[in-house]
Nanobody
Framework: QVQPVESGGGLVQPGGSLRLSCAAS????????MSWYRQASGKERELVAA????????NYADSVKGRFTISRDNAKNTVYLQMNSLKPEDTAVYFC????????????WGKGTQVTVSS
């Protein structure tokens, strides 16, 4: 099994935009719910956005609703997080998670990508 790999992080000014990508090979991607978590320095890891494996239903943390959009491209085994109107409070390491629920429950985590929102 190959772990998910995040990319697209970096430094952006407040009000700017950034798109994160997570490539997750080595699994049947379409059967996994995908999500983005983040962890700011000294803070607990929190769920940012999630998208289901079947219907593609999405869910967002209240703090990012209206600003962030999660999407997936099963043909490319990739999930995205479009982040708009970024705030300094969005600064964190962003982690990609792939979750499978069935007889076996499986979780795969990426190593994270740093997003810094600062002037």
């Amino acid at each position: 099994q190959v772990q998910p790999v995040e990319s697209g992080g970096g430094l952006v000014q407040p009000g700017g935009s950034l798109r994160l990508s997570c490539a997750a090979s080595g699994l049947t991607f379409s059967r996994y719910a995908m999500s983005w978590y983040r962890q700011a320095s000294g803070k607990e890891r929190e769920l940012v956005a999630a998208i289901t494996s079947g219907s593609g239903t999405t869910n967002y943390a209240d703090s990012v609703k209206g600003r962030f959009t999660i999407s997936r491209d099963n043909a490319k085994n990739t999930v995205y997080l479009q982040m708009n109107s970024l705030k300094p409070e969005d600064t964190a390491v962003y982690f990609c998670n792939a979750n499978f629920r069935g007889y076996r429950n499986l979780d795969y985590w990426g190593k994270g990508t740093q997003v810094t929102v600062s002037s």
